[in-house]
T-cell receptor, first 111, second 115 residues
Framework: KQEVTQIPAALSVPEGENLVLNCSFT??????LQWFRQDPGKGLTSLLL?????REQTSGRLNASLDKSSGRSTLYIAASQPGDSATYLC??????????FGKGTSLLVTP | GAVVSQHPSWVICKSGTSVKIECRSL??????MFWYRQFPKQSLMLMAT?????????EQGVEKDKFLINHASLTLSTLTVTSAHPEDSSFYIC???????????FGPGTRLTVT
């Protein structure tokens, strides 16, 4: 059974800092990996999708990498802003195409 | 992108009643949809896979007679929580893959409170 772990569980940084969120998964036979953002009491916003054949994806200040063989992904956020404060979820797709989610990293960016 | 809607966005019901939640893919057809549940401060857990024209597949520990899923068309899946109890209070969210890269598009979620 696929297990997805996210470290750290919570993170607080001052505005402007670059930061890295980590995600690991136990079964490397994935189709893809997605990073999501969830604001309190809200649904999910898809940030980046990395296919199993890809190494990284970039969108604006966000960069996600994937090392499928070692079962790891990182989400890099450059020049963090208070508006980046949210919970970030990592999820992988195995056979059956449903997502297995980590527990998330709760990020607080202070002004 | 692709759009998935859910209705209602929130609902309060009394214990023992049933509640139906709709999940619609607005601009694409979805032969498969997924239903997730999220308890406070927890991550999303897959409840079931909804398949158009056939029976849903439930995850271990999810009661199929309590959480009725119907996927009658390529754009609509419904989740009915039957005889709801306070412990069923949760955030229910659906998703659907649009195409071959299996990127999942999520609905905005439904917050259910059972009193």
């Amino acid at each position: 059974k696929q297990e997805v772990t996210q470290i750290p569980a919570a993170l607080s940084v001052p505005e402007g800092e670059n930061l890295v969120l980590n995600c690991s998964f136990t079964d490397s036979a994935i189709y893809n990996l997605q990073w999501f953002r969830q604001d309190p009491g809200k649904g999910l916003t898809s940030l980046l999708l990395i296919q199993s054949s890809q190494r990284e994806q970039t969108s604006g200040r966000l960069n996600a990498s994937l090392d499928k063989s070692s079962g790891r992904s990182t989400l890099y956020i450059a020049a963090s802003q208070p508006g980046d404060s949210a919970t970030y979820l990592c999820a992988v797709t195995n056979s059956g195409y449903a997502l297995n989610f980590g527990k998330g990293t709760s990020l607080l960016v202070t002004p | 992108g692709a759009v998935v809607s859910q209705h209602p966005s929130w609902v309060i019901c009394k214990s023992g009643t049933s509640v139906k939640i709709e999940c619609r893919s607005l601009d694409f057809q979805a032969t498969t949809m997924f239903w997730y549940r999220q308890f406070p401060k927890q991550s999303l857990m897959l409840m079931a896979t909804s398949n158009e024209g056939s029976k849903a597949t439930y995850e271990q520990g999810v009661e199929k007679d309590k959480f009725l899923i119907n996927h009658a068309s390529l754009t609509l899946s419904t989740l009915t929580v039957t005889s709801a109890h306070p412990e069923d209070s949760s955030f229910y969210i659906c998703s659907a893959p649009k195409d071959r890269d299996y990127e999942q598009y999520f609905g905005p979620g439904t917050r259910l409170t059972v009193t």
